[in-house]
């Protein structure tokens, strides 16, 4: 048996190409979170030398595309997108580009990464905590700019042990991943290690045991709930051809009567409806607006939805809130909107190829929120998520920097139909929820609709690709997270404390040689 794991450990590229595969499977099967450990052990063992990293690109475009296959594949649902007239053939094409792709462009990172770390690490034995800083830097590197897509979140991957995910409200989500790395990293070296196996396989455990102690200690300590309110969440199951056909009519007409009917139903405070339920380009004066002022105001309840606001500068993806008299409280708009999907980026280069500028599936480019915009009804403070927003923990973070006490998110996944991806998005919502120590409300057209509590666990919820309203009792929160103070300040800190430790081990052994 030693003799067959000594001839895969010297497979390193297969090594780090299964790590890949091993660190996606989490992602796809919650319940298997511990895989995580097992991937961050194989790449760690791939990359382990007594000397400098051996091929640390090649490795880390290995263990890129073993993962992020498997975490996109997802993509696959948008075929054959008939919604939008394109051929199968170019059906295909788009596919073959998110699939691919994005899961090479994200790879190339993990290269670029391991490659900075086979510069950087001189000594084996400070590689678990350079892995756990290039895992890190990787992860904040893709989350950047206009194309940023910070879908493979290492956290992510264990949101079915939330206790574990609890000291995010401490030190963020990078901290989580930290955690995670460096740990499976010790593990893996107590497989190579001829002489500290034992060492190493303690210092993983204590380690990851560490958090775990940790954030059981924060998922049991109650927070601080002030205001109770009843609240609604609508999720009509519209689907992408019931949605857009005949001007938005269908879920126009869905979604009224279905708000209509809850408000009489139900003693609610808040009704959340989701992203763009009412698919038309509206002002404060248009129809929509006028019949939920109506209904909100007939039935003393708040309502928020989702719709296409047209504000003076141009089209926004927004949350827009009526009060419990029928008056607009105001409007949230989208702060990160979807490359292709809500604009078209560089488009002064890309427009002028037909193909690439059809893409922009929404047809036309939104206008960028910029504001956090915390709205106030009934004495409480709600913040608001729409879509793409809510897997960028700045932008919950930010929320509730401006005094949110409950947090709103919005979203349309039925692009999706009930793929993983679908889970892997509203995974983000507990996530936030976690971080902030808030309660989340969640309003998906197509699932997964949930009340989350502060802790993150799911109080009540709507599977994808069900038609249906559930009511459910919540909390106000005005109480913050040390990470609602500080943000994601680990990331600089941890890198910073790596690359002194580096520096410092350079320099003592130049001094040595120079008096050898």
């Not at 949101?159 to 574990?164: E, F, G, S």
């Not at 003393?300 to 296409?308: D, K, Q, R, S």
């Not at 956090?372 to 929320?399: H, Q, W």
């Not at 680990?490 to 001094?511: G, M």
């Amino acid at each position: 048996m030693k003799n067959i794991i000594d001839r895969i450990i010297k497979k390193k590229l297969l090594l780090a190409f299964c790590g890949g595969i091993l660190f996606s499977v989490p992602f796809l099967v919650p319940q298997l979170f511990l895989f995580s450990l097992l991937g961050v052990a194989l790449i760690f063992i791939s990359l382990h030398s007594n000397d400098r990293v051996q091929r640390p690109f090649f490795k880390g475009l290995l263990f890129g595309v073993g993962f992020y296959i498997p975490l996109y594949y997802w993509f696959v649902a948008l075929y054959p997108f008939d919604a939008f007239g394109f051929t199968n053939a170019q059906g295909i094409i788009i596919i073959i580009i998110a699939c691919l792709g994005i899961s090479i462009y994200h790879s190339l990172f993990f290269g670029l990464t391991f490659f900075l770390l086979g510069k950087i690490n001189v000594r084996s034995s400070f590689l678990p905590l350079g892995l756990s800083v290039a895992f890190i830097f990787n992860e904040w590197i893709i989350s950047q700019g206009i194309l940023g897509f910070s879908w493979g979140k290492t956290a992510i991957s264990q949101i079915y042990a939330l206790p574990l995910l609890q000291t995010s409200s401490l030190f963020g989500t990078y901290f989580i991943t930290f955690i995670i790395v460096i740990s499976g990293a010790y593990f893996g070296y107590s497989i190579i290690s001829k002489d500290n196996r034992r060492l190493y396989s303690f210092l993983g455990l204590s380690i990851y045991s560490a958090n775990l102690i940790a954030g059981m200690t924060i998922y049991f300590i109650p927070n601080n709930t002030e205001n109770e309110i009843s609240a609604s969440i609508i999720q009509g199951n519209v689907s992408v051809d019931e949605k857009w056909a005949n001007g938005g009519n269908y879920s126009v007409e869905y979604y009224l009567k279905e708000l209509n009917n809850i408000a009489i139903e139900t003693d609610s405070d808040i009704i959340l409806l989701p992203e763009s339920c009412f698919p038309v380009y509206m002002d404060d004066d248009h129809y929509i607006i006028d019949e939920i002022k109506r209904i909100s105001k007939e039935n003393g309840v708040t309502i928020a939805f989702g719709c296409i606001y047209k504000g003076d500068d141009g089209a926004h993806n927004s949350l827009y809130m009526i009060d419990e008299n029928g008056n607009k409280i105001g409007t949230y708009s989208k702060r990160h909107l979807v490359p292709f999907g809500e604009f078209l980026p560089y488009e002064d280069i890309l427009e002028k190829i037909d193909f690439i500028k059809n893409l922009n599936l929404g047809g036309f480019s939104y206008i960028q929120g910029n504001s956090a915009n915390v709205m106030e009804s009934n004495g409480i403070l709600y913040g608001s998520l729409v879509c793409f927003d809510s897997i960028f923990s700045e932008l919950g973070r930010d929320s509730v920097k401006n005094g949110a006490e409950i947090i709103n998110v919005i979203t349309n996944d039925s692009w999706y139909k009930d793929t993983r991806g679908v889970y892997q998005h509203a995974a983000f919502s507990q996530i936030c929820a976690i971080q902030n120590q808030k309660y989340v409300i969640r309003s998906a057209n197509t699932g997964i609709s949930m009340f989350i509590d502060s802790k993150g666990n799911i109080i009540k919820s709507l599977p994808p690709l069900v038609r249906g309203n559930i009511t459910e009792n919540v909390y106000s929160i005005s109480d913050r997270t040390l990470y609602s103070y500080i943000g994601d300040i680990f990331f600089p800190i941890i890198t910073i404390v790596y690359l002194v430790i580096e520096l410092v081990y350079i320099i003592k052994s130049n001094r040595s040689n120079l008096y050898a």
